[in-house]
């Protein structure tokens, strides 16, 4: 029998948000697969599981995770269930723990400061649009 959920997939579904909710779906579990809080072989929830936590139809979780599936995060398998595979495991490039570490302290320092998701998103688009433009005219 496979593995259950990990119990540490944390999900949450804006509906007032312009993203669509199989997008924030999507979005999410890729982002706990980058944060190593999901690992390769670990199992999502069931379609339906999750789409009854989050108050969801199951379309659209289904899309999500067909989302992940097609971008390599998951793959989903008769009797298995939908898993995190080796592809969506974290990047060992020394160059993105660097910056994966940067991202770390830049994200504690937002939660200390009561700045918002999509604030520091937000910052984040605007330094990498100048750093760009400075590399660029160099």
Known sequence: MPPEAPAGLSVAVDLLSPVPP???IRQQ???HVVA???VTGDRLPTVRAL???LGLATNTVARA???LEADGVVSTRRRVGTVVTAAGAPSTD???AVVTARADALARAAVRAGVDDAQVLDLVRGA???VRSVERDR
Request: glycine share 14%; hydrophobic share 40%; no cysteine.
């Open 51 to 53: 789409a009854a936590r």
């Open 22 to 24: 199989y997008e924030q």
């Open 36 to 38: 190593g809080l999901l």
């Open 65 to 67: 995770y067909q989302e």
């Open 29 to 31: 579990v890729g982002a």
């Open 128 to 130: 990498m649009l100048r």
């Open 94 to 96: 020394p160059g993105r």
